[in-house]
C-alpha cells in the first residue's frame, strides 16, 4: 500500500577548497636511478600508529619516490613528519657448488616485481604490484580485493576469497632472477633463483599493538639449484629521527635487534626518542637433533623440526657499508667483513654485536654515535628446488619518557607481539572506525560520525577467552593531527540497551568452570561496564600500574556533537582556525564477571579489568566559518496528511550533485510497520528505511543525510481544530466510537489524538 506522503527538495552545491601538507626532505643518501619499469612505490600500510612504505621490490620502510616529501619510508607516529627508519629491505644469501650468491635490497634492489615462471623472472606486468585489502573490504569497494592475484601466489581462503592477517594487509611477490638487475655494490652475484611472496599487515589498535608491522616472507626455490649455507636477513637504515646519534643492540633472548638514540636530545623527538626493532618470531626450519622438538611452519607444527632463531646481528656505519658480495655474506654470517670472527669486549667469540643491556648499562654496548646500519640474520640453511621457507618478522616501536625506557617499552611491545604470534594472528579486532562529517558555522562546529560500529561482536572464547561487544564512542581533540589528545567525552550503551542488543548474540549468562571443569557455575552476563581497568607497563617508573582504560558514563549513543567552545581550553571557537578530532569506537570483553576479572577497593566494586580494544585515532579538521558556509534544508511537503519532517543534512559537499530527491512513505507487508524511501530523480537511491528517531544514525548517501522524523512525541493538533491540539475522545455515557486515540509509528512509540483517521497524526 502507498501512503502517499512525500517529502520533496532540491540539493544545492557550493564549491570547497582542500589544502594538502608536505613534509621536509632528508638528503644525503644513496638512491639507485635503476628502478624497474612498473616499480609500485606509493602503497604503504597505515591502519595503527605506524606508517610504512611496502615496495614490490624487496624494500621496505623506503620512500625513494618521495610520496610524502621525505623519502624515509616508517613514521610514528603516523600522521607526524616523524620518521624512525630511512630504508628496509630483505637479503638472502647462500652457496650453489661453492660458489656465493646474493640477492639485496639495500635502497636499490636485485630483486624484480612478479612471480617467476619456467625457472625465471617474467616481464614487468600491471599486476605485478603491491595488493591492499582491509577488513571489511570486499570486490565492491576495494579492486585490490576484486583483483586479488591469487594466480601470482596471494593467499586465498576456503572460499577463495582474499585470506586477510591483521586489519589491513599489503601483498606482493617478487624474484632474483634477472641476471641484468644483480648489480648493488653489496652483491652483484649470479642469481639464486628464488621468488618471495611477501605479506605486510598490521592490526587497527592503540595499544602495543598498533605500534606493531607483522612481515611474513614465503621463500621458493624455483631456480633448479642446491642453495647451501643459506642465510636470510633483514637489513634496515634506521635514521631514529635524526641520522647522526643513532645506537644500535640487540636482545638475543627475544631475538630482536633494535636502534636508539644517544644521550642528548634528538633533532627530530627531543628528550623521549623511540626505540625501533626487527624480531624474527619465525626464523627457517631445520631439522632437529630431537625428535620431540616442533617447528612452526604455515600456521602447523611439524615434530622432529625447529625454527633458528636469530642467529647473529650485526652493524655498521654510514661510509663502511659492504662493497662486496663476500663482505655481505661474512656480515650475514656474524662476521667481519674480512671473515674474522667477531670479538666482544670481552674477547669472547661471538655472532651478536652490542648484545648487552643499555637500560641496565651492562654486556657488551655500542658507543660513539653515528649514522648506523644493522643487519639481522638467520641460518644457515639448505634449500632443495622447489623447497619452501617461511619466515615471519615484525617491526616494533616503542617509546618512554627517554631514550632508555623507550628500550623497555620496545621489549614491551615486542613481547606483545609475540602472543599474537603465538595465536595465529586470530585475536579481536577492535569496532569499525566510523566516517566523521565535520562541518563549521559561525562561532561553531558539528561532528557527526556514522553508526559502522554498532552491532559489532567478535567471539573469541576458544582460544583466549574473550566475547568482545560494542560499547560505544570515545570523542578526542588535539592541538595538532598527530597530537597529543585528550579525550574529551564518551557516549556508551545504557546497560539495558546493550543487553536488548547483543543478549541474542552472545547469551545472557556464562557458564564458569575451574581448571578441571569438576564445578561449574552459571553466572548472569554484566552488562553495565562504565570503568574498564587494565595493568600496564610503565617504562619511566620500572614496573606496571593500573588504569582506567575506559570510563563510560552510561548516556546512550549519539552520532552528533555540535559545540561552540573548545574543549581544550574553554575558548570559543574562532573562526577559520583548524581544530583538531577523532572519533575512537571501542569494545568490551563481556565475558569478564570472575573476582579475577573484578578490581575491589575495600568492599566498593571498582570497574573490570580487561583489555578494550579501542580502534586507533582517524584525525580530522573542522574549521569555523560564517553561517552560510553551511547547509541545512528541510524538505518541502507536498502530499499526505503527515506531519513529520524531513531534515537535509549536508556532510560532503564534493559527493553531493544538484538533483530532485523525494522521501516516500509506505508500509511493509510482513507486519504493517511503516518504512520509507529515499528517491533521486524517481529511483529509489534507499529503500525500506525504517529510521525516523530524529537522530544522527541514518544512511548517507551522496554527502547528504536524510533525517526523516515523525511529529514530536506531545500530542498531535487534529486537522480541524484552530485553538490546541486535545479533543473529546469519550463522554459521560461512554466510549466514542470510532476511537481517536491511535498508536505513534515513529520510534517513540507513545500514543496521539486526532480527530482523523488512525495514523493520520504522524
Given at each position: 500500500m502507498r501512503l502517499n506522503k512525500t517529502f520533496i527538495f532540491l540539493v544545492c552545491l557550493a564549491l570547497m577548497t582542500s589544502m594538502a601538507w608536505g613534509l621536509s626532505h632528508q638528503t644525503g643518501k644513496?638512491?639507485?636511478t635503476n628502478v624497474s619499469q612498473i616499480l609500485d612505490t606509493r602503497t604503504y600500510l597505515d591502519k595503527n600508529k605506524l606508517l610504512a612504505f611496502i615496495y614490490n621490490d624487496g624494500n621496505f620502510c623506503y620512500d625513494n619516490a618521495n610520496v610524502l616529501g621525505k623519502t624515509d619510508g616508517l613514521y610514528f607516529p603516523r600522521g607526524s613528519k616523524k620518521t624512525v627508519i630511512y630504508a628496509s629491505g630483505l637479503w638472502v644469501g647462500a652457496k650453489v657448488d661453492g660458489t656465493t650468491r646474493m640477492a639485496v635490497a639495500e635502497f636499490s634492489s636485485e630483486f624484480v616485481p612478479g612471480p617467476m615462471a619456467n625457472g625465471t623472472y617474467q616481464d614487468d606486468q600491471a599486476s605485478f604490484r603491491v595488493y591492499k585489502i582491509n577488513r571489511g573490504d570486499d570486490a565492491n569497494n576495494n579492486s585490490d580485493y576484486a583483483n586479488?592475484?591469487?594466480?601470482?601466489?596471494?593467499?586465498?581462503?576456503?572460499?577463495?576469497?582474499?585470506a586477510l592477517l591483521g586489519d589491513q594487509m599489503c601483498w606482493t611477490v617478487f624474484n632474483d632472477a634477472d641476471p641484468a638487475k644483480h648489480r648493488n655494490t653489496a652483491a652483484s652475484t649470479a642469481p639464486l633463483g628464488v621468488e618471495i611472496q611477501e605479506s605486510a599487515f598490521a592490526f587497527g589498535r592503540s595499544g602495543a599493538l598498533g605500534q606493531v608491522i607483522f612481515l611474513k616472507?614465503?621463500?621458493i626455490n624455483k631456480g633448479g639449484n642446491t642453495l647451501e649455507d643459506t642465510y636470510?636477513?633483514?637489513?634496515?637504515d634506521p635514521d631514529l629521527g635524526g641520522a647522526s646519534d643513532d645506537l644500535v643492540g640487540c636482545d638475543t633472548s627475544l631475538s630482536l635487534g633494535y636502534c636508539y638514540n644517544d644521550a642528548g636530545s634528538d633533532n627530530t623527538y627531543g628528550t623521549a626518542p623511540p626505540a625501533v626493532g626487527f624480531d624474527f618470531f619465525q626464523g627457517p626450519i631445520v631439522e632437529s637433533d630431537n625428535p620431540n622438538d616442533s617447528a612452526k611452519f604455515r600456521g602447523e607444527w611439524i615434530q622432529g623440526y625447529r625454527n633458528l632463531p636469530m642467529t647473529s646481528f650485526n652493524r655498521y656505519i654510514n661510509g663502511t657499508d659492504p662493497h662486496s658480495y663476500s663482505e655481505s655474506y661474512n656480515y650475514m654470517q656474524g662476521l667481519e667483513p674480512t671473515g674474522e670472527p667477531l670479538v666482544d669486549n670481552n674477547g669472547d667469540t661471538t655472532t651478536y654485536f652490542f648484545a648487552g643491556d643499555p637500560v641496565t648499562g651492562t654486556g657488551w654496548l655500542d658507543g660513539n654515535s653515528a649514522d648506523r646500519r644493522f643487519m639481522m640474520s638467520s641460518g644457515p640453511f639448505t634449500m632443495e628446488p622447489d623447497d619452501t621457507q617461511e619466515v615471519v618478522a615484525a617491526i616494533c616501536v616503542g617509546q618512554g619518557a627517554n631514550r632508555l625506557s623507550s628500550i623497555t617499552a620496545l621489549r614491551t611491545v615486542d613481547l606483545q607481539a609475540q602472543t599474537v604470534f603465538d595465536q595465529n594472528f586470530d585475536i579481536p579486532s577492535p569496532p569499525p572506525t566510523p566516517t566523521v562529517y565535520t562541518r563549521g558555522y559561525d562561532g561553531k562546529i558539528d561532528l557527526v560520525w556514522t553508526?559502522?560500529?554498532?552491532?559489532?561482536v567478535q567471539d573469541y572464547r576458544a582460544s583466549l577467552g574473550q566475547f568482545y561487544c560494542f560499547?560505544?564512542?570515545?570523542?578526542?581533540q588535539a592541538e595538532s593531527p598527530t597530537g597529543p589528545w585528550t579525550r574529551v567525552a564518551t557516549y556508551d550503551y545504557e546497560p539495558s540497551v546493550m543487553q536488548r542488543v547483543f543478549e541474542d548474540t552472545v547469551g545472557a549468562n556464562i557458564v564458569v568452570c575451574n581448571e578441571d571443569s569438576t564445578s561449574c557455575d552459571t553466572i548472569a552476563r554484566p552488562w553495565d561496564f562504565t570503568k574498564i581497568y587494565q595493568d600496564v607497563a610503565n617504562p619511566a617508573k620500572g614496573g606496571s600500574e593500573r588504569i582506567i582504560q575506559q570510563a563510560g558514563t552510561n548516556s546512550g549513543l549519539v552520532h552528533h556533537l555540535s559545540f561552540s567552545t573548545s574543549f581544550l581550553d574553554g575558548g570559543p571557537i574562532i573562526n577559520n582556525r583548524p581544530y583538531y578530532f577523532a572519533v575512537a569506537p571501542y569494545a568490551v570483553d563481556v565475558d569478564k564477571v570472575t573476582s579475577e576479572d573484578s578490581f575491589f577497593v575495600g568492599q566498593n566494586f571498582e570497574g573490570f579489568i580487561s583489555e578494550p580494544l579501542e580502534n586507533v585515532l582517524v584525525p580530522v579538521t573542522a574549521i569555523g566559518k560564517s553561517s552560510g558556509a553551511v547547509f541545512i534544508d528541510t524538505a518541502q511537503h507536498v502530499s499526505g496528511p503527515s506531519q513529520g519532517m524531513a531534515i537535509v543534512e549536508y556532510l560532503n559537499y564534493t559527493d553531493t550533485t544538484a538533483d530532485d530527491y523525494e522521501v516516500v512513505f509506505d508500509t511493509t507487508e510482513t507486519d504493517g510497520s511503516v518504512v520509507w524511501d529515499l528517491k533521486k530523480n524517481g529511483a529509489v537511491v534507499l529503500e525500506d528505511q525504517s529510521n525516523q528517531g530524529g537522530g544522527y544514525d541514518y544512511e548517507i548517501y551522496n554527502g547528504l543525510m536524510v533525517r526523516v522524523m515523525g511529529p514530536d512525541p506531545d500530542i498531535a493538533p487534529p486537522a480541524d481544530a484552530s485553538n490546541g491540539g486535545v479533543i473529546e475522545t469519550a463522554t459521560a455515557d461512554g466510549t466514542i466510537d470510532p476511537d481517536n486515540v491511535f498508536w505513534s509509528w515513529n520510534s517513540t512509540g507513545e500514543y496521539y489524538v486526532s480527530s482523523d483517521v488512525p495514523g493520520s497524526g504522524y
Open positions: 644513496v638512491q639507485s586479488w592475484p591469487a594466480n601470482q601466489g596471494a593467499p586465498v581462503d576456503d572460499l577463495g576469497n582474499p616472507f614465503l621463500i636470510v636477513s633483514l637489513w634496515c553508526d559502522s560500529s554498532i552491532n559489532y560499547e560505544g564512542y570515545n570523542i578526542y
